[in-house]
């Protein structure tokens, strides 16, 4: 998997919904209705990474959660945190 350059990156946020890039990650944070909703959220998710092979870094802080994605195998950001992003992006919308 090749990592992306910054001209892919910024047209990817262009069309993904509440994601920032803090250098080789990019960032989401959801202020959840309640701690559970939060935590159910967050199941989700790993449900969906665990079925791609992709796994965020997740951040709880009681119902706000933070999820990050890169590539820790290439040491930066490729399709797969954007694929990723979009399936959070769903959940999120979804709930
Ligand atoms: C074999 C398997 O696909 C790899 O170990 C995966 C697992 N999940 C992963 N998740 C993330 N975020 N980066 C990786 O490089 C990665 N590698």
Sequence with gaps: MVLLNNHDVTTALSGLDGWTR????????????TYLDGIALVQRVAEAAERV??????DVRWRTVT?????????????????????????????
């Design 22 to 33: 803090d250098g080789d990650t990019l960032v989401r944070s959801v202020e959840a209705p």
């Design 67 to 95: 999820f990050r994605l890169t590539t820790h195998a290439e040491g930066g950001l490729t399709e797969r945190d954007l694929e990723l992003a979009r399936v959070i992006d769903s959940m999120v919308v979804g709930r």
């Design 53 to 58: 092979a992709h796994h965020p870094d997740i």
